[in-house]
T-cell receptor, first 114, second 110 residues
Framework: GDSVIQMQGQVTLSENDFLFINCTYS??????LFWYVQYSGEGPQLLLQ?????NKGSSRGFEATYDKGTTSFHLQKTSVQEIDSAVYYC?????????????FGKGTQLIIQP | EAAVTQSPRNKVAVTGGKVTLSCNQT?????MYWYRQDTGHGLRLIHY???????EKGDIPDGYKASRPSQENFSLILELATPSQTSVYFC?????????FGPGTRLTVL
């Protein structure tokens, strides 16, 4: 079945540090890849979609890149701020077995120290 | 104005009791989803629906039922609640590009 692996459970950085979170995926279908962000006390919300057309996506200073060869996609930001503290989920949309659904990674808790 | 709402926001239930979690969406999306969120597991899909009258099993459906009586409403039902079902539950509605999540329901089963 479909799977998304997100290994980093927690990342602690200081303001202005570089952020990198990696995910790998497995599917027999044709995936569409996303990053969702969840702020404390809220539901997840879409951060950005990675288009397989140009292998990239960007939003709010975040950039995501997709590598079909290694079936991986990562999220990065050059200079994180305290407001970026949140949980980040990678997700894959696929249509295998007739189901239109998202498969999420386990999430990465990002802690930014002032 | 919130497009996906959930009720109740917090619930304490007793083991063996029946619990119903409700979700309403004003996005006019055909697809709706129920997830649970647990530390170390992320978001896991319980049930989903493609429209009024349809329900499909997700990855962890055991112990849960779902009901979609209308385009706007999607309920998650725990007929016999157990402590292992203590969690935060999220409902979402979706189109071809995005899922929109509600604020979540924190359920504690004692």
């Amino acid at each position: 079945g479909d799977s998304v692996i997100q290994m980093q459970g927690q990342v602690t950085l200081s303001e202005n540090d570089f952020l990198f979170i990696n995910c790998t995926y497995s599917t027999t279908g044709y995936p569409t890849l996303f990053w969702y962000v969840q702020y404390s006390g809220e539901g997840p919300q879409l951060l950005l979609q990675v288009t397989t057309a140009n292998n990239k996506g960007s939003s709010r200073g975040f950039e995501a890149t997709y590598d079909k060869g290694t079936t991986s996609f990562h999220l990065q930001k050059t200079s994180v701020q305290e407001i970026d503290s949140a949980v980040y989920y990678c997700a894959m949309r696929s249509y295998t077995e007739g189901a239109d659904r998202l498969t999420f990674g386990k999430g990465t808790q990002l802690i930014i120290q002032p | 104005e919130a497009a996906v709402t959930q009720s109740p926001r917090n619930k304490v239930a007793v083991t063996g009791g029946k619990v119903t979690l409700s979700c309403n969406q004003t996005n006019n999306h055909n697809n709706m989803y129920w997830y649970r969120q647990d530390t170390g597991h992320g978001l896991r899909l319980i049930h989903y629906s493609y429209g009024a009258g349809s329900t499909e099993k997700g990855d962890i459906p055991d112990g849960y039922k779902a009901s979609r009586p209308s385009q706007e409403n999607f309920s998650l039902i725990l007929e016999l609640a157990t402590p292992s079902q203590t969690s935060v539950y999220f409902c979402a509605s979706g189109d071809r590009t995005e899922q929109y999540f509600g604020p979540g329901t924190r359920l504690t089963v004692l």
